[in-house]
Structures are given as C-alpha cells and as structure tokens.
C-alpha cells in the first residue's frame, strides 16, 4: 500500500510570503499524484493533479507542484500567499495497483497573517 | 448543477443506535467513496464502490456498512459496532478511468448523543 506524509500539521506565512508545502510519498513510484484543499466544514477540492506528463505541475489559484523521483516528493509551492489561500491542504496518491483507490496525507494547515 | 450531495449535514447518534448518511450524484461517475475525517489524521477510507452493485472495503470499514444499488447513490451506514462515530465523513465519486480525480460532497458531521 502507498503511504503519504506531509511534514507540518500547520503552517503559518505572512501575506506576500512564498508557500511550500511539502509532501512524501512511499517509495514504489504511484501513477497519480494529488493536492486538494479544504475550507472549513466543507469537501476537498481539486487543486492539481500528477499524471507524468510534466514533472512541473500547475494548478489553480497559481499553485504549482513539482514531481521529483529520486525525493519521492511532491511538494506545493505558490510564489505569493494571499488572505484567501488560508486552508487546510492534502496530498494524495493513488494505489500503484487499483488506480481507483487513493491515500491521502495528514493534512496541513496554512494559516496567512496580514 | 452537477455534484455531490450528502445529508444531513449534522446528525446525532443514540448508543447502540444505527445511522445511515445519504451520498447522491448527478456526475454520471461509476465510483463512489466514503471517508471518515479525524483532527490530524486526514482522510481514511472506509468503503468504495467502482460500479453499481459491487464495492470493497477500504482501510476502516469496521463498524460500517454500505450498498450501491443505483449509479446515483452510495448510503453509509454506522452501525452500533462502530464504538467511537464522531467525525467528518466525506463522500466522493470520480470516473472509473484510473487515477481520475475525485469530486467531494460537503460533508456530514456526525456526534454521539
């Protein structure tokens, strides 16, 4: 089974601030690779997703995610933070057998100070 | 509008009393999921379902049964086995084709009375 570790169950930047947000995942390389975020009380939503088109990924709302392999990371970054990127983040992989199945990290929580 | 409703949205559970949350879809997606959220331990699975009338458990299905008699709709329910419900559950529903993403519902939170 995959396993996903975020490193960091919060992080605090201030507005401006580059956001990294970093993410590991078990050795055997999975297919698909996730960030999600979260608003309170509410569902995930997709920010971006790994498909080994590109190790460099871009999502919405101007974050990105790079693919290393020899790192097993997938970590996120977004060159500026605003209020409004104040959220909780997930990382997920997918199954390396049952593409259908996913794992999800811990979670990190991004707090963004004036 | 296309997505995922679950209900209720809050719901409370007697002891020994057994829960059903309500997932429906109007994606046209073939799988379904369920997810249960603690404080810290982000999402772990509980059942899935890639198509109607089949599905399989997930890393927590203990205390928890499910069936996926339409397209449309993926019940869970808690049952009294399950000792310690308090949390978020999360449904989600993604198309069969490997790896596709997965679009969540709101959520139910669900507290012991």
């Known amino acids: 089974a995959q396993s996903v570790t975020q490193l960091g169950s919060h992080v605090s930047v201030s507005e401006g601030a580059l956001v990294l947000l970093r993410c590991n995942y078990s050795?055997?390389?999975?297919?698909?690779l996730f960030w999600y975020v979260q608003y309170p009380n509410q569902g995930l939503q997709l920010l971006l997703k790994?498909?080994?088109?590109?190790?460099l990924v871009k999502g919405i709302n101007g974050f990105e995610a790079e693919f290393k392999k020899s790192e097993t990371s997938f970590h996120l970054t977004k060159p500026s933070a605003h209020m409004s990127d104040a959220a909780e983040y997930f990382c997920?992989?997918?199954?390396?057998?049952?593409?259908?199945?996913?794992?999800f990290g811990s979670g990190t929580k991004l707090n963004v100070k004036p | 509008d296309g997505g995922i409703t679950q209900s209720p949205k809050y719901l409370f559970r007697k002891e020994g009393q057994n829960v059903t949350l309500s997932c429906e879809q109007n994606?046209?997606?073939?799988?379904m999921y369920w997810y249960r959220q603690d404080p810290g331990q982000g999402l772990r699975l509980i059942y899935y379902?890639?198509?109607?009338?089949?599905?399989q458990k997930g890393d927590i299905a203990e205390g928890y049964s499910v069936s996926r008699e339409k397209k449309e709709s993926f019940p869970l329910t808690v049952t009294s086995a399950q000792k310690n419900p308090t949390a978020f559950y999360l449904c989600?529903?993604?198309?069969?084709?490997?790896?596709?993403?997965?679009?969540f519902g709101a959520g139910t939170r669900l507290s012991v009375l």
């Open positions: 989600a529903s993604s198309n069969r084709q490997g790896g596709d993403i997965q679009y």
């Open positions: 997920a992989v997918s199954d390396g057998y049952n593409f259908n199945k996913f794992y």
């Open positions: 379902s890639q198509i109607v009338n089949d599905f």
């Open positions: 790994y498909t080994s088109a590109a190790t």
């Open positions: 050795s055997s390389v999975p297919p698909y």
């Open positions: 994606l046209n997606h073939d799988a």
